[in-house]
């Protein structure tokens, strides 16, 4: 989706907000938000959840939409219904791999996809994250400990810990991710969404 710094432009405004108030509810600085909506950088999943809840804005509103979830979800969640979210021009996309259960401890279960050459920015935010290197190798960082991963390690980070990504210039990586923390609202029968078109 190209447009998605205007949408959360137009979104504060029509709140009567400067970017300066957008900073204090969202906790991010002013001069990234101005990057945001000007579209000249992209956008982890942490950040965007950050803005559209001080925004009070659905993530999901800013999906366009093909297909239709279970409603109510079903215990099996086929391939062509899950969740395919990849967020502006950011390179990572992440597929839900699960409805939202409400009384589960963990939130979301979804597999992230990094080409090579990402160097995702430092992020933070409530409760656990554990990854399972699916296939390709990648750097986690946590803090200022780096931990190069491979295709069958796991990890398990305290997530209100600074933590970010990288992969090598030639391998990408897939990595299955359990969070503690709802990043994507999803209300029951909700269309299957995309923020940028999948390549099959």
Known sequence: MNDLGARIRAARKERG???ESLAVRSGLSTGF????E??????SIVSLSAIC???DLPIASLFSSSGALDDPP???TRADQQLHIRIGGSPV???YLTAQLPDAPIEELLIAEFPAGCDQR???HAGEELGYVLRGSLCLCVNDDFHDLSAGD???VAASEPHRYRTGMSEGAAVLMAVTERFVEIPSGTPRATLAKEED
């Open 17 to 19: 907000w400067t970017l």
């Open 33 to 36: 938000l101005s990057q945001v």
């Open 38 to 43: 000007r579209d000249l950088t992209t956008l």
């Open 53 to 55: 809840r001080a925004l």
């Open 74 to 76: 079903s215990a099996v």
């Open 93 to 95: 996309s992440y597929r």
């Open 122 to 124: 430092h992020s933070s």
């Open 154 to 156: 796991s990890y398990r």
